[in-house]
């Protein structure tokens, strides 16, 4: 019984830590002004994930621990997450209105095959997308060497990707769902979810659950 109430205590914590980032999100956003604080709060959140992640002994955090980790984090990424985030989003934005121009209009078989590859090409882009922001939190390089990196790993890391994809399709059907859930936690949950498939299966130096919490074999 005390096992039960001690994982339920943890789990309700691991919630309300959500909670706490998506509401320190919308404020962070709101303060640079969204064009300037939209990106800066995304790589506030996937730091202040991968900081929650590494604190392997104690996870237990308050909203106060939350809220300071993000902050200080937002104010460190506001030149360079701006710098990181506009390009990706900019390239994000063509290949979607493309491939909405060749759904609606009508270009024969041609038409179909473009549709297709543009397709795969969106889904790609996007699980490298949301592969980029864990990548470049846990490495302190350059972006050229953070998106290459990304790249490798989404084609690298399979499961990974895979995990990730269906991961977000999941937090879509409950949003769908269950709308409350949206207004209540935001695009904090489907960050949360990437940061967890990449330290479950994306094998990130420094952020691997394989070496941080190693399974004691002998149990």
Not at 3 to 19: K, N
Not at 80 to 105: K, R
Not at 144 to 172: G, H, Y
Not at 174 to 181: I, S, V
């Amino acid at each position: 019984m005390q096992r039960f109430a001690v994982g339920y205590e943890f789990v309700c914590r691991v919630i309300l830590m959500v909670l706490v980032v998506h509401v320190v999100f919308i404020v962070h956003t709101v303060m640079g002004l969204v064009i300037a604080g939209l990106f800066p709060s995304i790589a506030a959140s996937c730091s202040t994930y991968r900081t929650w992640l590494l604190d392997v002994h104690d996870r237990s955090w308050t909203i106060k621990r939350t809220w300071t980790v993000f902050h200080r984090a937002w104010k460190a990424e506001l030149k360079s997450a701006n710098l990181f985030g506009w390009p990706q989003f900019l390239v994000w934005a063509l290949l979607i209105w493309e491939y909405w121009l060749v759904q609606n209009n009508d270009m024969g078989v041609v038409g179909i095959g473009v549709s297709g590859a543009l397709l795969v090409l969106n889904l790609i882009y996007g699980l490298f997308v949301f592969v980029s922001w864990p990548v470049r939190s846990n490495f302190d390089e350059g972006p050229w060497w953070t998106l290459r990196t990304s790249l490798m790993m989404v084609i690298a890391r399979p499961l990974c990707s895979l995990m990730v994809f269906i991961l977000f399709l999941l937090t879509i059907w409950a949003y769908y769902t269950w709308p409350g859930l949206m207004m209540a936690f935001g695009v904090s949950v489907p960050m949360f979810a990437t940061m967890m498939a990449v330290y479950s299966w994306g094998r990130l130096p420094g952020m691997d659950v394989h070496v941080l919490e190693p399974r004691d074999k002998k149990a």
